[in-house]
């Protein structure tokens, strides 16, 4: 099979180290905590569409620490309790809307998308970065973990995931998450930071192996990285180091959920190998599917998988 990266013999065998740091636990324990203790606030606005059998909602939550986040809840009319699906949207997006999220309602989920703070939906992102970063997110608050922005992003992520836990027509046992690119990256990193989610569906997922990304992404937001270290090359270590706290390869051993991954062996964006190295130190129950020819993208077919998958795993 062609790839761009590696041949698909070697990528199945690619398992870089993890390289967490002595306090990668206790940081993110002390992180989880102090996001789930945060009352969320939350608020769902009735929002009118012609939609049979369902009912939509424009969704506000406190993000964490501060500021706003907007979404959408789209769940099925009638009482009962149904499975739940948080859905993660891709860099510099915005959070799923309500039509694109029928198909999985219209079968009995309760499905809420949030948009990542800054990006280009409606949350705020009301964090202090000391000091000034390269065009877009990647590097705001990169030289302390403690202020990195993906610290936010990803307690907020937990955050959505724990108030659709919460809802009193969901059944808090039968949770997924799912997303592409960013939006992948954050599935995964929820399903291990979480530990809620039965199911974890991440297409082509970014935020991985970012030592290897930073060395060889040619597009997406990994350049971001090296535009900034041109600048401060003597960060390089610090940043690293930084990264080292978010990369889903050093969360994947915290996966315990059935995880099933798409990866594209021509995407420049997130490089093939840059998810095996993630899925190979998964140890939970997992699949990858490898589309050949496929860029940042994935297939029709591929979201047929998606929903028979929801559907055996969360029976709605």
Known sequence: MPSIDMPLEQLRQYKPALYRQEDFQSFWESTLTEAKKQPSN??????????????????????????RLAGWYVRPEGRGQYPGLCVYHGYSQRGTRPLEMLAYAAQGICVLSMDCRGQNGQS??????????????????????????????????VRALE?????????????????????????????ALGQRAILALADVPFLC????????????????ITQFLRMFPQLYDQVVRTLSYFDCLNLAPWITCRTVISNGLCDESCP??????????????????????????????????????????LRP
Not at 54 to 62: I, P
Not at 283 to 305: G, S
Request: aromatic share 12%.
């Open 272 to 313: 093939p190998s840059t998810i095996y190295g993630v899925y190979n130190h998964i140890t939970a129950e997992k699949q990858m599917e490898v589309y050949p020819f496929h860029k940042h993208e994935i297939p029709y077919e591929h979201n047929e998988l998606k929903l028979r998958l929801l559907a055996e795993v």
């Open 124 to 157: 705020q992102d009301t964090a202090v970065y000391p000091e000034g970063h390269a065009t877009g997110w990647m590097t705001a608050g990169i030289r302390d973990h403690r202020t990195y922005y993906y610290r936010y992003v990803y307690a907020d992520a």
């Open 209 to 224: 192996d970012y030592r290897r990304a930073i060395q060889i992404a040619q597009g997406g937001p990994y350049p971001e």
């Open 42 to 67: 939350a608020e769902l606005i009735p929002y009118v569409l012609p939609m049979r059998g369902v009912e939509c909602f424009a969704v506000r939550f406190d993000g964490f620490k501060g500021g």
């Open 163 to 191: 108030l659709l836990s919460h809802r009193e027509e969901v059944d808090s046992r039968r949770l997924a998450v799912t997303g592409m690119s960013q939006g992948g990256g954050l599935a995964l990193a929820v399903a």
